[in-house]
């Protein structure tokens, strides 16, 4: 039996995203559906973990404090619709810490597993980005890419002839979280 576990990424998926990294809740807006998609999985009995990267902090950016502001007020949001988001799970580093919690790495997937007693081995794994992709390819997840965040470019990135990068496959590409969101919901029937 699959999983019945969703991770999601935050920026690009949940909420928009920004080259200027998201450094305060001012700059937190999230993607239209995305709070009553996070819901809806919530409601239909998937555990939802988010699992990002937050390199702004490492790069000294913002504070701790700002990105738990940030991720109260999604929690808030996705409980004003009957849903509950079950973790949150960050990575602070930057690529030069080489990190095993950095996507592609795995470290925050074990991190899912280990506090929230979860075999996150056939989740859905929904990301914008390559690493997102290969983070859930590699630790037995099902990949999902979004179009929003950096989804278009990630899919010209998949698409590309040139490219022999470490690429999962067959990936179920949707408009938004809120499309990915909808086809889960039918693999349950």
Request: charged residues 20%.
């Amino acid at each position: 039996m699959t999983a019945r576990v969703v991770i999601l990424d935050r920026d690009g998926v949940i909420n928009e995203d920004s080259d200027n990294y998201i450094r305060s809740l001012a700059d937190w807006r999230p993607i239209a559906g995305s709070i009553e998609a996070i819901s809806a999985l919530s409601q239909a009995g998937y555990t939802v973990a988010i699992a990002t990267n937050q390199s702004g902090l490492g790069r000294g950016y913002f504070e701790l404090e700002a990105l738990e502001s940030i991720h109260a007020k999604l929690n808030e949001l996705v409980a004003e619709q009957g849903g509950a988001v079950s973790g949150i799970f960050y990575c602070p580093h930057t690529p030069q810490d080489h990190c095993q919690c950095r996507k592609p790495a795995t470290g925050l997937l074990r991190a899912i597993e280990s506090e929230l007693c979860v075999n996150v081995r056939g989740a859905f794994f929904i990301g914008d980005s390559l690493k997102d992709l290969q983070a859930g390819e590699s630790a037995g997840c099902r990949p999902v890419l979004v179009k929003t965040g950096k989804g278009i470019q990630t899919l010209a990135k998949i698409q590309g002839a040139d490219v022999a990068l470490d690429m999962p496959k067959n990936i179920p590409v949707f408009a938004d979280l809120a499309e990915a969101t909808q086809y889960i919901l039918e693999q349950q029937h």
